[in-house]
C-alpha cells in the first residue's frame, strides 16, 4: 500500500464565489475504483474528488431540521448535477493509493455556497410572499414578532407528602379446663388464652410541582437576527412595540408559566388584526445554565425555544407553524459571551426553522 500525504492550495473551479455568497467550510471524502495498473488517472482522480464533495454535502445537510430536509429533498438533483456551481473550491487534505484493491481515496475540505443552496431552496417552493414592491400596502403580508428571553430566577421545592392510615385487628381465643382431685374433695379450673393482631396501613403519597420563575427579558440582538431571518425571506416585519403589543403582559406570563394567558392572547389578536397584520411569531427562549464544553474547553450555553407562527387571516387564529423544546448551543470565552451567541444562534435557526415550516407547507 501506498500512503502520499499533499498538502495544496485550494483547486480553483471553473466558477468563483460572489461577493455575496457565504461559504461553509466541511471536510468529505471519496472513493473509486481505478483501472489502471499503477495508479489511477486524471480523470479517475477527479471522479474520486467529487464524490468526496458529494460527501461534503451530505454531511452539511446532516444538521438540517426535518423540514429544511425536505425541502432540499427537491433540489438535490439539481445541486448534484450542477455540483461545481454548489462546491466550487475544495483544499486537498490527503489521499490513498490501495494498490492490491485499486482503490484510490481522497479527503478535501470543500467551500460550499450556502447563499446558493438557500436561493435554489426559496426558487423550488416558490416566494414565501409577494415582493414587497410588486404589491399594494393593503396586500403586504406584515409578520409582527416577540421572541422573550428567561433565565431561572427562584425554584421552590416541595418535600413529599405521605398520608398514613393506620388498621389494627385483634382476636382472641382460649380453653378453660375442669380438673376434680383423686379424693373429690377439691376441684382446680384453669384457662388457656392466646391473643393474635393484624395491622394492615395504607394510604397515599403527595407530590406538589415545583413552582419555578424566571426573569423574563427583550434581547436587541435577539430581535435583530429574528428580523433578519424573516426580512429575507419577503416578509414585512413588524416589531412588537410597534404593533402596540403589551409587551409587559407577554413577559409576566411567561416569568411563570409557559404560554401567555387568555386575556394576553385575546388582546394581541385583536391588537394584530385592526392592524391588518397577518401573521404573529411568538416564542420564548430558556437560558440554561453555563457549563465547561468538555470538547473545546470553552464555556458553553444551551437555549432552549418553544414559538409557534400564527395565521390571523381566518376567523379563527390558526398554528401554521411551530417548535416545541428545541436546543441551540453557543461557546464563548465567558457565560456572558457564551449567552450571547447561544441567544443569537436559537434565534437564527429556530426563525429559520419556522420559516422552512411555512415553506414546506406552500404558505404565502
Request: aromatic residues 6%; proline residues 3%; contains cysteine.
Amino acid at each position: 500500500m501506498i500512503r502520499t500525504t499533499i498538502l495544496i492550495g485550494a483547486a480553483l473551479c471553473c466558477l468563483a464565489l460572489t461577493a455575496t455568497a457565504e461559504v461553509v467550510k466541511v471536510k468529505g471524502n471519496g472513493e473509486i475504483v481505478y483501472k489502471g495498473t499503477f495508479k489511477p488517472s486524471a480523470a479517475e482522480e477527479q471522479a474520486a474528488i467529487t464524490e468526496a464533495k458529494k460527501n461534503a454535502l451530505a454531511r452539511y445537510t446532516a444538521d438540517f431540521d426535518p423540514a429544511r430536509i425536505a425541502l432540499y429533498k427537491r433540489i438535490e438533483p439539481e445541486i448534484l448535477a450542477n455540483l461545481n456551481q454548489y462546491v466550487p473550491d475544495y483544499t486537498q487534505l490527503d489521499q490513498e493509493i490501495d494498490k492490491p484493491s485499486k482503490r484510490f481515496s481522497v479527503i478535501i475540505e470543500a467551500s460550499i455556497d450556502t447563499t446558493r443552496i438557500e436561493n435554489a431552496i426559496q426558487k423550488s417552493s416558490g416566494p414565501t410572499v409577494q415582493p414587497v414592491t410588486s404589491i399594494t400596502p393593503a396586500e403586504t403580508n406584515y409578520m409582527a414578532f416577540l421572541f422573550v428571553a428567561r433565565e431561572l430566577a427562584s425554584s421552590k421545592a416541595f418535600d413529599i407528602k405521605r398520608n398514613t392510615v393506620l388498621q389494627v385487628e385483634s382476636s382472641d381465643s382460649g380453653k378453660e379446663a375442669n380438673k376434680v382431685s383423686e379424693d373429690g374433695q377439691s376441684a382446680e379450673k384453669s384457662l388457656d388464652k392466646s391473643s393474635i393482631a393484624a395491622t394492615t396501613t395504607g394510604g397515599s403519597t403527595v407530590t406538589k410541582a415545583d413552582e419555578l420563575a424566571y426573569r423574563v427579558t427583550t434581547v436587541t440582538e435577539v430581535d435583530n437576527a429574528v428580523n433578519s431571518v424573516l426580512t429575507k425571506a419577503g416578509y414585512e416585519t413588524v416589531a412588537a412595540v410597534d404593533a402596540d403589543l403589551d409587551v409587559e403582559s407577554f413577559k409576566k406570563d411567561f416569568s411563570g408559566g409557559n404560554d401567555i394567558s387568555k386575556p394576553t392572547h385575546a388582546a394581541a389578536v385583536k391588537t394584530l388584526k385592526e392592524k391588518q397584520i397577518r401573521y404573529f411569531t411568538e416564542a420564548h427562549m430558556d437560558v440554561g445554565l453555563a457549563k465547561k464544553d468538555g470538547v473545546s474547553g470553552l464555556t458553553q450555553v444551551v437555549v432552549t425555544v418553544t414559538a409557534r407562527i400564527t395565521d390571523l387571516a381566518g376567523r379563527f387564529p390558526k398554528t401554521i407553524a411551530s417548535i416545541a423544546g428545541q436546543p441551540y448551543a453557543g461557546l464563548g470565552q465567558d457565560p456572558q459571551v457564551a449567552k450571547q451567541n447561544a441567544l443569537n444562534e436559537a434565534a437564527t435557526r429556530s426563525a429559520s426553522e419556522l420559516l422552512d415550516q411555512l415553506r414546506l407547507k406552500g404558505v404565502k
